[in-house]
Antibody, heavy 119, light 108 residues
């Protein structure tokens, strides 16, 4: 079964850091770009970041540039999102996903992990 | 960035109804328009990609159409399991990719 499982969410103070992880299974991990998409409580979806199959290229939404870093480890079939200088408006469920970059399609989603930034 | 506007933001419908949801892009996105379904507390799921292609396993009562800046998701004969929130998303060129604000389909 194809699956993405996120972990690492939790409560963090403003200005703090958190590292999210996404474990992939059931498919050839190196086929896809990976992405993180977030959803603030009661709000819509926001694409956050993408990373290429070999890790050589990545993109970020403007609001997280310089604070968040996406990475991947193809040997471990995982993708991480390092989040620094967290703000209250980063509070959201963070979903890991596979991406068809050619057509801009978010193919498969994990179940999400909740990040709460609050003092 | 390309802005995506969905309408309506919510609608009430009955089982068996035909439902249409619109999505408009702030500039042409060719046919790089995707639709997702999200149920409460769950991750979104891909429904339709590149305007009109049904993702694997999606029932044929779902269909998509449009081009340029205007797109439509249609659900023929709404079923109980279709009550959810639907999002459009543009995948035109490089990121940032953007989503519509969502349309919540509720039971009348």
């Amino acid at each position: 079964e194809e699956q993405l499982v996120e972990s690492g969410g939790g409560l963090v103070q403003p200005g703090g850091s958190l590292r999210l992880s996404c474990a992939a299974s059931g498919f050839t991990f190196t086929t896809y770009w990976m992405a993180w998409v977030r959803q603030a409580p009661g709000k819509g979806l926001e694409w956050v970041a993408n990373i290429k199959q070999d890790g050589s290229e990545s993109h970020y939404v403007d609001s997280v540039k310089g604070r968040f870093t996406i990475s991947r480890d193809n040997a471990k079939k995982s993708s991480d999102l390092q989040m620094n200088s967290l703000r209250a408006d980063d509070t959201a469920v963070y979903f890991c996903a596979t991406v068809n970059m050619v057509r801009g399609i978010i193919m498969m989603w994990g179940q999400g992990t909740l990040v709460i930034v609050s003092s | 960035d390309i802005q995506m506007t969905q309408s309506p933001s919510s609608l009430s419908a009955s089982v068996g109804d035909r439902v249409t949801i619109s999505c408009r892009a702030s500039q042409s996105i060719n046919n790089f328009l995707n639709w997702y379904q999200q149920k409460p507390g769950k991750a979104p799921k891909l429904l339709i990609y590149t305007t009109s292609n049904l993702h694997s396993g999606v029932p044929s009562r779902f269909s998509g159409s449009g081009s340029g800046t205007d797109f439509t998701l249609t659900i023929n004969s709404l079923q109980p399991e279709d009550f959810a929130t639907y999002y459009c998303q543009q995948g035109h060129t490089s990121p940032p990719w953007t989503f519509g604000q969502g349309t919540k389909v509720e039971i009348k």
